[in-house]
């Protein structure tokens, strides 16, 4: 088990986990409720943990894909390709027929 990320902030911490579960890479959430201390204290801040050695390369550059990645515009709208419609720019797919955005 290898920590990869540590972060106060569980609700990251748990979304970086799953977005390396869904890549098929096991993982383990040490201090998962440890955010709650009102001091932060480095060695029990919550840590994601990649289970197997080999998947770490792979998980960390992951990692690091998603938080490099510019962040949408909330304020720009885009345009769905398959049916026409207008949609905020924070969301992945059409809010009306569901197709793909990106």
């Known amino acids: 088990m290898i920590e ?41 801040t919550p840590a994601l943990c990649i289970l197997e050695e080999a998947e770490v390369e792979r998980g960390v550059d992951l990692i690091r894909a998603y938080l490099e990645a510019p962040s949408a515009d909330p304020n720009e709208e885009l345009t769905c390709p398959t049916c026409g419609e207008l949609s905020p720019g924070t969301l992945a797919v059409c809010w009306s027929c ?5």
């Open 4 to 44: 990869v990320y540590r972060d106060r902030d569980s609700a990251t911490i748990g979304h970086l986990q799953s977005l390396l579960e869904a890549e098929g890479i096991s993982t383990y959430l040490r201090n998962e409720h440890a955010s709650s201390t009102t001091i932060p204290i480095p060695e029990v």
């Open 98 to 102: 569901g197709g793909d955005l990106v």
